[in-house]
């Protein structure tokens, strides 16, 4: 099968018609059809149904979009490492990060880096766990900060996987909770607390139903919070407490106090990330000793 011919078939079904997928390419829509059914003669099957407005891909089409869009994905993460070669991205770094290290441990290495190296671009995208993932695989970042818990260990043949550091789980309260002048909360302490949470497949609620479980109580549930800002202000009025890994509580809102718990509550992992097979600029390799320096001042 002819790769041109399979990105061309990624085009017309991303775009639902072979006109639209002419016009991006700057092709005739002869010249796409033309091309589409010399695919289809290669695959042996016929790949696109035509509607009346547009087309809709047939089984066989379905699934070689799917193959074609892996190797599209395949194809930038080979230019990527082409263009390292050539130096084309020898003045530019991408990194990916997300939101609770983006408020806390990226900012220190962004401007250590920025300090070493004043003439490489740097640019930073935020983004969801499996966004990061898909964007590092497809060579659209150099460098991503993920996390893992220990019972979802972050584990991938195609990435290279540093260890930066442990982030404990924290405990916050209001300023006039009882437990607030304690130096260290035992979680068999909470049982009977109101509790404030993110959405419930968030990983931190995963950590709150563990740990209740193991000292032997089901938490009750006040209130369920779009980030951590918002659960901090929740929990200074007195709707309840709530559990946070220590970097996402750097930046506290007024009328909280952040505690340490016992060992027995999980910690996360923080973790950077790059590609198994990329072949390392300067910049990355930079940018890796100096997220390691910035971990280690943070234990």
């Known amino acids: 099968m002819d790769v041109r011919r399979l990105m061309l078939l990624v085009e017309i079904l991303d775009r639902g018609s072979i006109s639209g997928a002419a016009e991006a390419l700057s092709y005739t829509p002869s010249a796409v059809s033309q091309q589409v059914r010399r695919l289809e003669r290669e695959v042996g099957q016929p790949l696109l149904a035509r509607l009346p407005r547009g087309v809709s891909p047939t089984d066989a089409g ?3 979009y799917r193959h074609a869009c892996r190797i599209r994905d ?4 080979a230019q990527a490492d082409l263009d390292a070669v050539a130096g084309l991205r020898q003045g530019h770094l991408r990194v990916g990060t997300f939101p609770t290290v983006g408020s806390s441990l990226l900012p220190l290495a962004v401007r250590a880096f920025k300090e070493q190296h004043p003439g490489v671009r740097l640019t930073v995208h935020s983004a969801r766990f499996d966004t990061l993932v898909q964007r590092l695989r497809a060579g659209a970042d150099d460098v991503t900060l993920l996390w893992d818990y220990e019972w979802d260990r972050f584990v991938d043949d195609e990435l290279e996987v540093t260890h ?9 309260v209001a300023n006039d909770h009882r437990l607030a002048r304690r130096r260290r909360v035992r979680f068999s302490e909470l049982e ?5 949470v993110r959405e419930s497949d968030h990983p931190v609620v995963e950590v709150l139903n563990r740990s209740a479980r193991r000292a032997g109580f089901t938490p009750r549930i006040a209130f369920r919070a779009n980030d951590y800002q918002e659960a901090q202000s929740m929990v200074g009025v007195g709707l309840g407490v709530a559990l946070a890994p220590q970097l996402a509580v750097t930046n506290r809102v ?5 505690l340490p718990l016992a060992h027995e509550v999980p910690s996360r992992r923080i973790l950077a990330v790059t590609r198994s097979q990329a072949i390392s600029s300067p910049g990355e390799a ?13 234990r």
């Open 254 to 258: 007024p009328g909280v106090r952040v």
């Open 62 to 64: 379905l699934v070689l």
């Open 74 to 77: 395949q194809l930038h993460a």
């Open 192 to 196: 009977g607390q109101e509790w404030v």
């Open 164 to 172: 930066l550091l442990d982030d404990p789980t924290m405990l916050v």
């Open 286 to 298: 930079s940018m890796l000793d100096t997220l390691r320096g910035v971990a280690t001042s943070l």
